[in-house]
């Protein structure tokens, strides 16, 4: 199971922290964190595998979101958010190794979602 918090409403420009935690081991070797806005296709915005190793991220999100992985606890920094960065984010777990792409179909658990609104 995992456990998404950390979603608000804040203003363009500050930040928030999300975070995702594992019940247990539950084997996976990919972390992701997925937005999703109504109306459209649910978007990557970054991965990291499971050591906390080889993070990657959306173009739109680079150098302004960080993704972190430590035990069963996965972080998602978000710095300087934009009103474009608001929507539902979702955890979600991968059992194999990460892949260069980052495609909702390639995760195999996935938390509740949290909020984040930007205005």
């Known amino acids: 199971q995992l456990v998404e918090s950390g979603g608000g409403s804040v203003q363009p420009g500050q930040s928030l922290r999300l975070s995702c935690k594992a019940s247990?081991?539950?084997?996976?070797?990919?972390m992701g964190w997925f937005r999703q806005v109504p109306g459209e296709e649910s978007e990557g915005v970054a991965r990291?595998?499971?050591?906390?190793?080889s993070p990657a991220y959306a173009d739109s999100v680079k150098g302004r979101f960080t993704i972190s992985q430590n035990h069963y606890k996965n972080v998602l920094e978000m710095n300087n958010l934009r009103p474009e960065d608001a929507g539902m984010y979702f955890c979600?777990?991968?059992?194999?190794?990460?892949?260069?792409?980052?495609?909702?179909?390639?995760?195999?658990?996935w938390g509740q979602g949290t909020q984040v609104t930007v205005s």
């Open positions: 979600a777990m991968r059992s194999g190794g990460c892949l260069p792409t980052m495609i909702p179909t390639e995760y195999n658990y």
């Open positions: 990291i595998t499971a050591g906390g190793g």
């Open positions: 247990g081991s539950m084997g996976g070797l990919c």
